[in-house]
């Protein structure tokens, strides 16, 4: 089992930067291939970043990308997202996603096996 616990979500203006952690324990973290998601109100949860075990591959959604930053210390047991240039529409509950397959980096939900209680970021214009 590997319990995610995320922190640093809150309200932010629109232009501005927040990071995100999730802390995990229970598991080897640098055995775990890592992702964010994100939910909208009204909308499904959808895929914004991952990272492989090692910190040295990541991938990104479309509309984030040159934005958002997902970066990993091992040491610490900790997964970041440093989001930038931030606009209203990244308002949502943001998950802390862990996968045990570490072939591939993972974008849909069902690839992932544990889950945070995710963490609310709001961005006013």
């Known amino acids: 089992q590997v319990q995610l616990v995320e922190s640093g979500g809150g309200l932010v203006q629109a232009g501005g930067s927040v990071r995100l952690s999730c802390a995990a324990s229970?598991?080897?973290?640098?055995?775990?291939?890592m992702g964010w998601f994100r939910q909208a109100p009204g909308k499904g949860r959808e895929f914004v970043a991952a990272?492989?075990?090692?910190?040295?591959?990541?991938t990104y959604a479309d509309s984030v990308k040159g934005r958002f930053t997902i970066s990993r210390d091992n040491a610490k047991n900790t997964v970041y997202l440093q989001m930038n240039s931030l606009k209203p529409e990244d308002t949502a509950v943001y998950y802390c996603?862990?996968?045990?397959?570490?072939?591939?980096?993972?974008?849909?939900?069902?690839?992932?096996?544990?889950w945070g209680q995710g963490t609310q970021v709001t961005v006013s214009s």
């Open positions: 229970g598991r080897t973290f640098s055995s775990l291939n």
């Open positions: 990272i492989n075990w090692s910190g040295g591959s990541t």
């Open positions: 996603a862990a996968r045990r397959e570490t072939g591939l980096l993972g974008r849909q939900r069902y690839e992932y096996d544990y």
